[in-house]
T-cell receptor, first 113, second 114 residues
Framework: GESVGLHLPTLSVQEGDNSIINCAYS??????FIWYKQESGKGPQFIID?????DKRQGQRVTVLLNKTVKHLSLQIAATQPGDSAVYFC????????????FGAGTRLAVHP | NAGVTQTPKFQVLKTGQSMTLQCAQD?????MYWYRQDPGMGLRLIYY???????DKGEVPNGYNVSRLNKREFSLRLESAAPSQTSVYFC?????????????FGSGTRLTVV
């Protein structure tokens, strides 16, 4: 079975509730941020991104909020469904002549019926 | 289907054995990456290739070598496997331009070194 994520912080929610997953990023020079979803046994999958000149971006059932003052990123999932159960990673892009994403450790989202 | 293909999906090695993990992308991306993922530690960059013909070390390069064979293929080699290299390995590629910095990941290679 999949062992990745065994020791990650876990957010448990009821199906239909809204979920908020938080992430603190490391570099004030980062100007692009991405949220990824990783289901058991699969590679990370792009969910939504945001640039540093924005503080909010909405997708389908997901919203990303960016607070540059405190270097904080959050992912909000509306009406959480069992299919949303996964590990969620934030990533920051630090410019310096090349593009290289730095990933957070991740948060496990467990959705209960 | 367009995307990143990794082979093999599973592998068990004995300590000291060597092997090469293969990765290919068909999206005409310039940049390719190799990450390892360990429990509770997120994704750590091993090596990357910003363009065909170039490779650079990432955060945890020791014990690995890479080859950017052409624009499509980026392989990761373990010359003498150690138990500490037991992990899940992901290859990713990235498009160019400010409109497309998101990575596309392969499905991973689960490596166990005994």
């Amino acid at each position: 079975g999949e062992s990745v994520g065994l020791h990650l912080p876990t957010l448990s929610v009821q199906e239909g509730d809204n979920s908020i997953i938080n992430c603190a990023y490391s570099n004030s020079a980062s100007d692009y941020f991405i949220w990824y979803k990783q289901e058991s046994g699969k590679g990370p999958q792009f969910i939504i991104d945001i640039r540093s000149n924005m503080d909010k971006r909405q997708g389908q059932r997901v919203t990303v909020l960016l607070n540059k003052t405190v270097k904080h990123l959050s992912l909000q999932i509306a009406a959480t469904q069992p299919g949303d159960s996964a590990v969620y990673f934030c990533a920051e892009n630090i410019f310096g002549g090349y593009n290289k994403l730095i990933f957070g450790a991740g948060t496990r989202l467990a959705v209960h019926p | 289907n367009a995307g990143v293909t990794q082979t093999p999906k599973f592998q068990v090695l004995k300590t000291g054995q060597s092997m090469t993990l293969q990765c290919a992308q068909d999206m005409n991306h310039n940049s390719m990456y190799w990450y390892r993922q360990d429990p509770g530690m997120g994704l750590r960059l091993i090596y990357y290739s910003a363009s065909e013909g170039t490779t650079d070390k990432g955060e945890v390069p020791n014990g690995y070598n890479v080859s950017r064979l052409n624009k499509r293929e980026f392989s990761l080699r373990l010359e003498s496997a150690a138990p500490s290299q037991t992990s899940v390995y992901f290859c990713a590629s990235q498009g160019t331009g400010r409109a497309n910095y998101g990575y596309t990941f392969g499905s991973g290679t689960r490596l166990t070194v005994v």
